[in-house]
């Protein structure tokens, strides 16, 4: 196998398969904002387990990089710019991902204003900025949702993993717009995956405690890591591969009988 062909090479699939069994070649898999954190290691993982993963993201410039990147592993990827808020983006990118693979099996709604976002009171969120955070976070899934349906359907077969987020049980406060956001995406997963369960289709979400991912952020400090820690059973912090391998279970055979799902990813943070 070589990457020429669009085919992962041996070593990468051998890496993967030290973490897991699950294989995926041949399938064709789009992930929103995989341009960096844990968005960009959903790909590296599908990617490595044989998927044609598709890099879906705002930001060009590192989007292309994690497609190098992972293509110079033996990875067949490719990036694909889109605005997951915006209907004519989303459909223009889909369509043409279909055109091109004849195919679309996986979509993971991982795009989100988190990183981007600063904490404030409820009282203090402008309109304008709680607009675009269900813009991005909640219609961005549900547009992304309805744009490879079609395709799932025909094919009588697909695997959704939104994302939501374990602040929406905390209900971690001077997040508002973040945290309704991510229970918005809750709704969507149980809703839509009780209209398309006939269809072969499977739609889960991952709802992961506070992540190490190296990325800038005004949401998070030290001290949110510590407080998350504290309150964990397991003691270390989580990390995008730990979310990354119970994506591959939501997405192969293994899990076609499981749907409408949260799988909370967090370390048993049970008393948070
Ligand atoms: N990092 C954590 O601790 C954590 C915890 C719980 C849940 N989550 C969720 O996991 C997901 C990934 O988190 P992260 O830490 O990697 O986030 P991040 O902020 O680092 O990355 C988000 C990605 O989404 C992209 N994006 C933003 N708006 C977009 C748009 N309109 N269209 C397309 N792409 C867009 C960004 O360019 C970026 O690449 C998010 O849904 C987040 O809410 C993160």
Known sequence: ?????????????????EETSVNLTDRVAIVTGAAQGIGAVYARYLALAGCRTIIADVNDTLGRKVEQDLNQEGCSTEFVSIDVANDKSVCRAVNSIAERHGRIDILVN???LFSAL???????????????VMQVNVDGTFLMTKAVMPHMRRAKYGRIVNISSTTVPMGRGNYLHYVTSKAAVLGITRSVAREVGEDGVTVNAIMPTLIETGVDTQVVNAATFDYILERQSIKRTGQPEDLARVLLFLVSKDSSFITGQTIVVDGGGIHL
């Open 118 to 132: 600063t904490k404030k009171p409820f009282e203090q969120i402008e309109i304008d900025e709680w607009r675009r």
């Open 110 to 112: 991982n795009a989100a």
């Open 1 to 17: 196998m070589s990457t020429k062909n669009g085919k992962n090479t041996k070593s990468g699939l051998h890496k993967v398969m």
